[in-house]
């Protein structure tokens, strides 16, 4: 069964400051997404990465996936409050897409 | 051009009665996708249709029901409803399953069970 595992699940940051949100994924899969929720939103996609090695950056927001390793990391550099929101990795199946349990970010002043 | 719509936003249901919820994909999307999202939680998959037809269902009973009309709009009922079925449902389209694209999210459905 194919399980999603996302570390840390809460994340306190000061801005400025950098982290890493890590994705760990269970089966063999090329297809990793990365969203964003706001309290009581939808999902905003962020990031669609579909091979070995694909890095994909967007402002202060860099995701990679490393295939042989089951591994992808959401990268945050000198955050800012605007990006306190909780982030879901996704690893797509074809026919079913699971998600991980999301990392609470909050950037404090 | 419009996104993912889901109708209505927000439902008040007692225990044991059934809901229909209702989902319209981005123009020119065959693929639709459910998902169930419980508070503090991440997006737990229900099912997925495909040019009107079942291509993939999760760990859910047989309670929940789906399916794609013509026009590529999508229903989700829920019978007998239970206190544990209170979440935010939402509904995702893409051109096709697995669309190197990814999937874009409707706003959801916030269903309370009481």
């Known amino acids: 069964e194919l399980k999603v595992e996302q570390n840390p699940l809460f994340l306190s940051m000061q801005e400025g400051k950098n982290y890493t949100i890590y994705c760990n994924y269970s089966t063999t899969s090329d297809r990793l997404y990365w969203y964003r929720q706001d309290p009581g939103k939808s999902l905003e996609s962020l990031f669609v990465?579909?091979?070995?090695?694909a890095v994909k950056q967007e402002g202060r927001l860099m995701a990679s996936l490393d295939t042989k390793a089951r591994l992808s990391t959401l990268h945050i550099t000198a955050a800012v409050h605007d990006l306190s929101a909780t982030y879901f990795c996704a690893v797509d199946l074809d026919n079913d897409m699971r998600f991980g349990a999301g990392t609470r970010l909050t950037v404090k002043p | 051009d419009a996104g993912v719509t889901q109708s209505p936003t927000h439902l008040i249901k007692t225990r044991g009665q059934h809901v229909t919820l209702r989902c319209s994909p981005i123009?020119?999307?065959?693929?639709v996708s459910w998902y169930q999202q419980v508070l503090g939680q991440g997006p737990q998959f229900i099912f997925q249709y495909y040019e009107k037809e079942e291509r993939g269902r999760g760990n859910f009973p047989d309670r929940f029901s789906a399916r794609q009309f013509p026009n590529y709009s999508s229903e989700l009922n829920v019978n007998a409803l239970l206190l544990g079925d209170s979440a935010l449902y939402l509904c995702?389209?893409?051109?096709?399953?697995?669309?190197?694209?990814?999937?874009?999210f409707g706003s959801g459905t916030r269903l309370t069970v009481v």
């Open positions: 123009s020119g999307h065959k693929s």
């Open positions: 995702a389209s893409s051109l096709s399953p697995g669309f190197s694209y990814g999937y874009t």
């Open positions: 990465l579909l091979s070995n090695g």
